[in-house]
């Protein structure tokens, strides 16, 4: 569907947690082979902390995390230049602070079919999210 701004086509084919991360992150490696992506979103509005260039945190993040999921240019994920993709997960589902993102590490599973399924808190872990996401594959 044309009204759900994923950042590539291939996007809506499979469920996805998209995560805005800031240096560091540790992906299940399982999930990706059965339908599942993580889309990372670097950020720099949270203390700084993802000062670099694009390929600065992808080199910093592989080195130091071993990260190996899809790691997309920096973008803002609130005020008034957000990506759009943020304005449309934000607006499908609020957190604590309404639609703001509160700091880095904020997650969103996206069904198959783009829809928003949920929003977690940056003290979530993956492994809580991972019975979540094993009911939508």
């Known amino acids: 569907r044309q009204d759900h701004p994923f950042p590539r086509p291939h996007a809506r084919q499979h469920p996805h947690r998209i995560r805005r991360q800031g240096n560091r992150g540790r992906p299940r490696a399982q999930a990706g082979r059965r339908g599942f992506e993580i889309l990372d979103f ?12 694009d390929a600065e945190i992808t080199e910093f993040c592989t080195i130091n995390f071993g990260v190996s999921f899809k790691q997309f240019s920096k973008i803002d994920v609130n005020g008034e ?13 609020g957190g604590i602070l309404g639609t703001k993102i509160k700091w880095n590490f904020t997650k969103f599973l996206v069904d198959r079919e783009g829809h928003v399924v949920e929003r977690y808190a940056p003290t979530v872990t993956p492994e809580r999210i991972e019975p979540r996401i094993k009911d939508l594959l």
Not at 42 to 53: K, S
Not at 81 to 93: I, M, Q, R
């Open 81 to 93: 230049n957000e990506a759009p993709l943020y304005t449309y997960l934000k607006n499908e589902k």
């Open 42 to 53: 670097p950020c720099n509005q949270f203390g700084e902390q993802a000062p670099g260039t």
